[in-house]
């Protein structure tokens, strides 16, 4: 038994060497992403909260036989019933739920317009971006056309070209914390693989050696003869 207890201290500290970097990394990334609430980390504490309006839907008329339509979404939009269409293929646009009269994508100036009254701070804009589907900033990583509104405190407020909605708010504290999210599952090129092998493999790792360390928390122990005076 002490022969193996042993091997257990041994391969116990060889396996702390080796996982003790990934657990600390783990710890701290873990408790700064915890250290505040999702909320504000989602930024919808930003976003200004908007009176409730009764959808109105009679008498549409939308036709969609043509464009194989994928989903529709009805929102109220400026007082008026808005559809948003979107075909199997991906591509989005807006349009009257009661004419079907197609709407113009949002252009700079209506996208700032939309941050300055749904956005706490939107007034403080000091950048409009326009960004590709094919192209779009690595803090949104979303295949959507979209306006980023860059805000004077490093928020970034992305409303969509054909939605005409606010699809992602982005803070500084956001950025932060998607970067401690790729630490924590060891992913920082796309942030998003929580099951690959270099995680497993020193999770796994990290397991064994806390198991061994429990083992030899009951390890018997010889008692130290004190010198005699």
Known sequence: MATIMQRLAKWHIWLGWLVGVPIVMWVATGLFMVS??????????????????PLIIEGSEIATADMQLG???LVMQDGRAVAILTTLDGQTRRVDFASGQPIPALDAEAARALVERRIVGGDAVQSVTFF??????????RPIPVWQVGLSDGTHVYVGRDSGQIEAVRTRWWRWFDFMWGLHIMDISEREDTSHPILILFATLALIGSLFGLVLMFRRRKSRVKPSS
């Open 132 to 141: 590709n589907a094919d192209k779009v900033p690595f803090d949104f990583r």
């Open 36 to 53: 505040r609430p999702i909320d504000e980390v989602r930024g919808s504490h930003l976003q200004i909260a908007q009176e409730q309006q």
């Open 71 to 73: 989903e529709m979404q």
